[in-house]
């Protein structure tokens, strides 16, 4: 169970990662936003884990809503189908 919540969380995180990239925001940007440095935000998504006051300050910055960002990694809601669909 608690494996599987680590993978949920990095789920949700790359999903925001995504977004940013799909809106052209950079990590810069996005690490100013959470008033943290730009390594410790590429730290955060290389591990897939961050603070969920972090977490919901990111998921604002990209333009998503927090509870969708985690029902987005499920990778079956139309949210995620139409993210994957944006990359391509």
Same mark, same amino acid.
Do not use: W
């Given at each position: 169970?608690?494996?599987? @919540?680590?993978?949920?969380? #990095?789920? #949700?995180? /790359? =999903? !925001?990662?995504?977004?940013? !990239?799909?809106?052209?925001? %950079?990590?810069?940007? $996005?690490? %100013? #936003?959470?008033?943290?440095?730009?390594?410790?935000?590429?730290?955060?998504?290389?591990? &897939?884990? *961050? *603070? $969920?006051?972090?977490?919901?300050?990111?998921?604002?910055? =990209? &333009? =998503? /809503?927090?509870?969708?960002? $985690?029902? /987005?990694? /499920? &990778?079956? %809601?139309?949210?995620? @189908?139409? $993210? %994957?669909?944006?990359?391509?």
């Amino acid at each position: 169970m608690l494996e599987s @919540s680590y993978k949920l969380a #990095a789920r #949700a995180i /790359d =999903v !925001l990662r995504k977004k940013a !990239l799909i809106n052209e925001q %950079s990590k810069t940007e $996005l690490a %100013s #936003a959470l008033h943290i440095a730009r390594p410790t935000l590429n730290a955060r998504f290389e591990a &897939g884990d *961050m *603070m $969920l006051s972090k977490f919901i300050q990111l998921s604002k910055a =990209v &333009g =998503v /809503d927090p509870c969708e960002a $985690l029902n /987005d990694c /499920d &990778g079956e %809601s139309p949210a995620s @189908s139409a $993210l %994957s669909e944006e990359e391509e």
